[in-house]
């Protein structure tokens, strides 16, 4: 008989699911504190939660059955992953469960927005009949433009698609073939701001999409378009868009989410086209009872067949499993970090291919770190080699494997290779010593790179004064060279370099390398 704890409020239906399951048997307490947590967790396999419930490292220590916490609901911030990992429980959560209904308040948005519904309600409640000031704008054959195209976004198209309109979108982690299959046009992030009649964001906000609608995207927008957000705050410049919207330079904006929430004193409560509403994204009965269900089936499905299903964390490794997979684990890693550097296009294929003594351990979890350091950083979902597989299938990316013992001139040897629709990158890497990761190749090109901190790759005209022009920009602007590596030209007399620097280049010192005549391009990467 599994145990499973119940320690937050859950939809009945899934409770009612997991009664009707043969070997389960639930308890549930909830507005439990650490102390009482820890008292009673020993004697249960499973714990279900929402956002309530402190899953901390010393409740973790005290779980000596604990196989798996589920989270109704997306956010694991309130689970220590390190801990539950280093006990060898699984975390899991249900990133798609609430899609619908966060797809569905964008679209009620758009409506908000194009015929002046809070207004127009605001207006015949205190006694008004102001017809003609509240003219609308139909939103048929109007475009809509989605920045981001994970689950979310997708539903949003085929709604889009229902009422008539045009989709395009953007999302650079997405293969061609998925925007096509949901019948979106895939266009470039300035494409998309300047053709948009409608804009919603369903992206999420890391380092690089923080206010990833500032001034100057929002400079690039018609005067008639308007702006969604029911993806996250931070998104969007507030300040930026209270110019835009109060000097008219794009037509409305409706809100779900802001920088600060609620949103006090901010300036754009002062405004009259833009709409608000308070972190609604999730806000449904439907949603509620899906992710309850959802969780209550992926818990059960692990505790009986051992599948993991959106699983966010790792499964405790054995020490000699470990000991062995890790470092060309480790490598791979690394290859698909430096990939992610050096692609600027959607990956459709992903081929990984180990040699010598790489072959000789199992590919999967190797192609799996590949992947990884591919995604890391890029998804709100944390991002690991158990769920890994899952986020490249949803993105339209297919893995392709093989394995030789024959390591090519290397004691061993790991080769991957993105395939994108016009172009590929393949990197080559091996280990010295069986731990130190060296990178030996990147297209055609030869050269041996110790891979770790900020590197700075150019391909450029194999001529004398290249690397005086590059070298003289760093000194400039103090950074220092602490390793460079050159390749032998190739048969068109191009030359690739490496060189680790001492701290990161600025985007005007990296636009001042690319401004070199003789540098065809010139990427940063940051290990």
């Not at 009620?108 to 015949?124: G, K, Y």
């Not at 000031?133 to 139909?138: D, H, I, P, R, V």
């Not at 690319?514 to 540098?519: D, K, L, R, S, T």
């Amino acid at each position: 008989m599994k145990k499973i704890l119940i320690s937050d409020k859950l939809a009945e239906d899934g409770v009612n699911f997991l009664n009707a399951q043969e070997g389960i048997q639930i308890h549930i307490q909830t507005g439990l504190d650490e102390d009482e947590l820890c008292e009673m967790i020993a004697e249960y396999d499973a714990l279900l939660i929402r956002s309530d419930t402190q899953v901390t490292r010393r409740v973790l220590q005290c779980a000596s059955k604990l196989k798996v916490v589920g989270r109704a609901g997306i956010g694991v911030d309130n689970v220590d992953l390190e801990a539950a990992t280093e006990q060898g429980v699984i975390v899991m959560n249900t990133p798609d469960a609430n899609a619908t209904t966060t797809a569905e308040l964008a679209i009620a948005h758009i409506f908000s927005l194009s015929r002046n519904l809070p207004t127009a309600n605001l207006s015949v409640r205190q006694g008004k009949w102001e017809r003609a000031k509240l003219m609308g704008a139909e939103i048929a054959h109007k475009t809509l433009a989605i920045l981001g195209f994970g689950t979310i976004g997708r539903i949003v198209a085929q709604r889009g698609h229902g009422l008539g309109m045009r989709i395009i979108a953007y999302d650079p982690y997405v293969a061609p073939d998925v925007f096509a299959k949901h019948g979106a046009e895939m266009v470039d992030l300035d494409t998309l701001l300047k053709q948009a009649d409608y804009l919603t964001l369903h992206c999420p906000l890391l380092e690089k999409t923080k206010n990833i609608i500032g001034p100057q995207q929002l400079a690039m927008m018609k005067k008639s378009a308007r702006l969604i957000n029911c993806a996250r705050g931070g998104l969007v410049d507030e300040a930026a868009l209270y110019d835009a919207l109060k000097e008219g330079r794009i037509a409305g904006a409706a809100l779900d989410v802001y920088e600060n929430e609620p949103p006090a004193d901010s300036p754009l409560l002062s405004l009259d086209n833009i709409v608000f509403t308070p972190h609604l994204g999730a806000s449904t009965k439907e949603a509620q009872i899906a992710v309850s269900v959802e969780i209550a089936r992926q818990v059960v499905k692990y505790l009986q067949t051992g599948e993991a299903v959106n699983a966010l964390n790792l499964p405790r490794l054995s020490a000699e499993e470990l000991n062995e997979a890790q470092p060309f684990m480790n490598l791979a890693n690394i290859l698909g970090k430096v990939l992610l550097g050096l692609i600027d296009r959607p990956i459709e294929k992903l081929e990984v291919a180990v040699f010598g003594k790489a072959a000789q351990v199992k590919i999967r979890p190797i192609s799996a770190e590949a992947m990884v350091g591919l995604f890391k950083g890029q998804l709100s979902t944390p991002v690991n080699r158990v769920n890994v597989e899952n986020i490249a299938k949803r993105q339209g990316i297919a893995l392709v494997e093989s394995q030789t013992e024959e390591a090519e001139g290397y004691q061993s040897l790991i080769k991957i290779t993105g395939h994108c629709a016009d172009k590929e990158v393949s990197l080559s890497g091996t280990l010295l010593g069986h731990q130190h990761p060296r990178l030996v190749g990147i297209n055609h090109f030869e050269i041996e790179v110790v891979p770790e901190g900020a590197l700075l790759i150019t391909r450029h005209d194999d001529k004398p004064g290249v690397i005086a022009a590059i070298s003289s920009i760093l000194g400039t602007a103090n950074i220092n060279i602490t390793r460079m590596q050159v390749s032998i030209a190739d048969q068109n007399q191009l030359a690739m370099m490496v060189i680790s620097v001492s701290d990161p280049l600025n985007e005007q010192v990296l636009k001042a390398v690319c401004e070199v005549p003789a540098v065809h391009t010139a990427r940063q990467i940051v290990l």
